[in-house]
């Protein structure tokens, strides 16, 4: 465990996140993002992508220089330049060479806020600090360095563990946002109610794909 994650938290071991991304998804819900600086917030809504059996992954026709880190061990971040504009991240899951991993589309903040508020200048309300995956990698200074950080170790300052809250026993399930294909898989889950959720509704098949 790193030295900089406070006792009271409780790590996320790695045969946590070995695991198919539909397993692990649901029960992210509630953990803590946590950055060494003692940034950290609430995972209140994620996405799972199954690689070869998902045209909508990255990881769908097998591994290229970009989603080398999908196809390692699970546990490290996955994280991608979206739509020209901002970064996304991804936990690794399952086995290697599976190439399939969570999205982390948004987060309650819950300490550190004034130096996400810094890094988020243009969000108009804390609630919008990291409601949504480029918002949240934002806040968080996720980007290509970060690609292959290990969050079971915390090597690059970031980790994921719990404070105690148990995931929701009663999580919205429904379609993916923000892509062309395989539209209808169930594999978003976020939690119900919160207003940190990035989007209540999925957008339209012909939206961009992520």
Not at 122 to 137: E, I, N, T
Not at 181 to 186: E, S, T
Not at 197 to 205: G, W
Request: charged fraction near 25%; hydrophobic fraction near 35%; proline fraction near 10%.
């Amino acid at each position: 465990m790193p030295d900089w994650l406070p006792d009271h938290w409780t790590l996320l071991p790695r045969r946590f996140y070995q695991r198919p991304p539909q397993e692990v998804a649901p029960e992210l819900l509630n953990a803590l993002l946590i950055r060494s600086d003692g940034r950290a917030a609430r995972i209140v809504e994620v996405e799972a992508y199954g690689g070869s059996q998902d045209p909508a992954a990255h990881s769908y026709r097998g591994p290229t220089p970009r989603t080398a880190s999908m196809f390692g061990e699970a546990g490290h971040l996955y994280v991608y330049f979206s739509y020209g504009i901002h970064w996304g991240s991804n936990v690794v899951c399952g086995q290697e060479h599976e190439g399939v991993a969570v999205l982390l589309r948004a987060a309650e903040p819950v300490q550190g806020i004034d130096r996400m508020r810094e890094l988020r200048p243009a969000a108009r309300h804390d609630r919008d600090l990291a409601s949504g995956p480029g918002k949240l990698s934002q806040a968080f200074g996720l980007d290509k360095s970060f690609d292959g950080a290990d969050l079971v170790t915390g090597s690059h300052g970031v980790v994921i563990a719990r404070d105690g809250t148990p995931p929701p026993t009663d999580p919205v399930i429904g379609p993916r946002i923000g892509i062309s294909r395989a539209v209808d898989f169930p594999w978003r889950w976020h939690v119900r109610g919160h207003r940190h959720v990035s989007a209540r509704a999925p957008r339209p098949a012909s939206a961009a794909r992520r």
